[in-house]
């Protein structure tokens, strides 16, 4: 069964706005980890935050972890035509962490 | 970086075949790989996984007779999708991590369509 939901499910903004995607989980976890997949394609990793961490950076990406509520957002700062994909978290659960469980995504359009 | 390579990328069977995906792991050793199935603007869902040298574990409601896995060698997962039925038309990807809690590394993905 799917450990996530993704809000919203479809996102289409401008090139140059921020793009806000969020995620929220069921269980408690080990990480969560944010993967793009553009399509007909296999996924490329993002970022992973763990259970002990409340935010992290990597280039124009930005992660939040609210352990408390269960949820995550993922931020794209200035986006680009290049960015339109779509977007999954995935929770690397306590028991049995080896495997990731993702949630339903966020397909993001980035108009030109 | 760690690179997994799947083989192929899409393949076009009749019903009641039997069809290879190969999921290689190109520069590092995987004692575990992952198999996911995905539907068309949807997520992955996870099939079961792989273990070298043991029997896979299939996830709730995976039948493991039409889905036979074989992991061989530390390099090497084979998902075998027995007696194909249109239904079974779908995109599989494997994945696999080069150690602990690491991100994974998926391939490719192949278009599996069955007529």
């Known amino acids: 069964s799917q450990q996530g939901e993704e809000d919203p499910q479809a996102l289409s903004i401008q090139e140059g706005e921020n793009a806000t995607m969020n995620c929220s989980y069921k269980?408690?976890?080990?990480?969560l980890q944010w993967y793009r997949q553009n399509s007909g394609r296999g996924l490329v990793h993002l970022i992973l935050?763990?259970?002990?961490?409340r935010e992290k950076h990597s280039g124009r990406l930005r992660v939040t972890l609210d352990t408390s509520k269960k949820s995550s957002s993922l931020l794209i700062t200035a986006s680009r035509a290049a960015d339109t994909a779509s977007y999954f978290c995935a929770t690397g659960l306590i028991q049995g962490a080896q495997k990731l469980v993702f949630g339903q995504g966020t397909r993001l359009t980035i108009n030109p | 970086g760690a690179v997994v390579s799947q083989h192929p990328s899409w393949v076009i069977c009749k019903s009641g075949t039997s069809v290879k995906i190969e999921c290689r792991s190109l520069?590092?050793?995987?004692?575990?790989m992952f198999w996911y199935r995905q539907f068309p603007k949807q997520s992955l869902m996870l099939m079961a996984t792989?273990?070298?040298?043991?029997?896979?574990?299939?996830e709730q409601g995976v039948e493991k007779d039409k889905f036979l896995i074989n992991h061989a060698s530390l390099t090497l997962s084979t998902l075998t999708v027995t007696s194909a039925h249109p239904e079974d038309s779908s995109f599989y990807i494997c994945s696999a991590r080069d150690s602990g809690h690491s991100p994974l590394h998926f391939g490719n993905g192949t278009r599996l369509t069955v007529t």
């Open positions: 792989s273990n070298e040298g043991s029997k896979a574990t299939y």
């Open positions: 935050i763990r259970s002990n961490e």
């Open positions: 520069d590092f050793q995987a004692t575990t």
């Open positions: 269980t408690s976890i080990n990480n």
